[in-house]
């Protein structure tokens, strides 16, 4: 049983391009939600996506978007980069309505911002 | 969702107990404890979670004080891959009904 998967692992872009990073979730779940980890703190709540739709949002600008599709894949975007950017992405599944609902998360993508 | 204070760092013996605490003085009636770890270059780990009840799983226990201002995760015999950083998170289940809160959690070192 595959557990949650995210591409890519590592990724480097320069200030003002857009990055799109994907992920899968852990098989039977429909919900995934996306963290940004800067280095040595904690992670940081983007959003969350059940039914294809973003239902929960943090405190990130608009350059961050995201979508899911069908099969409860899901992407963050990220338009016009900044070099505050740069961090580990983290995504997390979980099953909407579970007795006990914990977050299962990835590996990350570790984005750099030159 | 209620605000943690956890101590940023410990230390313990290998194959001694880990106890490692965590404040939630404002905490809701409805709202969980949740302790997850982050072992280096990798996503958090669920560890356990509690409503009022002390709870043990596979992997640890969890004692939540009676007026549940406070919780002790406890990692009984402490193991080198046990260094990690620990967070204490609480919140309102179900979890996926909203976001969660990490703060910068507690860095355990486990040593020889």
């Known amino acids: 049983d595959a557990g949650v998967t995210q591409s890519p692992t590592h990724l480097i872009k320069t200030r003002g391009q857009q990055v799109t990073l994907r992920c899968s979730p852990k098989s039977g779940h429909d919900t995934v939600s996306w963290y940004q980890q800067a280095l040595g703190q904690g992670p940081q709540f983007i959003f969350q996506?059940?039914?294809?739709?973003?239902?929960q949002r943090g405190n990130f600008p608009d350059r961050f978007s995201g979508h899911q599709f069908p099969n409860y894949s899901s992407e963050l975007n990220v338009n016009a980069l900044l070099l505050g950017d740069s961090a580990l992405y983290l995504c997390?599944?979980?099953?909407?309505?579970?007795?006990?609902?914990?977050?299962?998360f990835g590996s990350g993508t570790q984005l750099s911002v030159l | 969702d209620a605000k943690t204070t956890q101590p940023p760092s410990m230390d313990c013996a290998e194959g001694r107990a880990a106890n490692l605490p965590c404040n939630h003085s404002?905490?809701?009636?409805?709202?969980?404890v949740y302790w997850y770890r982050q072992i280096h270059s990798q996503g958090p780990q669920y560890i356990i979670h509690?409503?009022?009840n002390n709870e043990t799983n596979e992997m640890a226990s969890l004692i939540i004080t009676e007026d549940r201002k406070s919780s002790t995760l406890i990692l009984p015999h402490a193991t080198l891959r046990d260094t990690a950083v620990y967070y204490c998170i609480v919140r309102v289940a179900p979890f996926t009904a909203g976001k969660s809160t990490f703060g910068d959690g507690t860095t355990l070192t486990v040593k020889p």
């Open positions: 404002t905490i809701s009636g409805n709202e969980y």
């Open positions: 996506y059940y039914e294809e739709e973003e239902r």
């Open positions: 997390a599944s979980s099953l909407q309505g579970a007795a006990n609902e914990k977050l299962f």
């Open positions: 509690g409503l009022k």
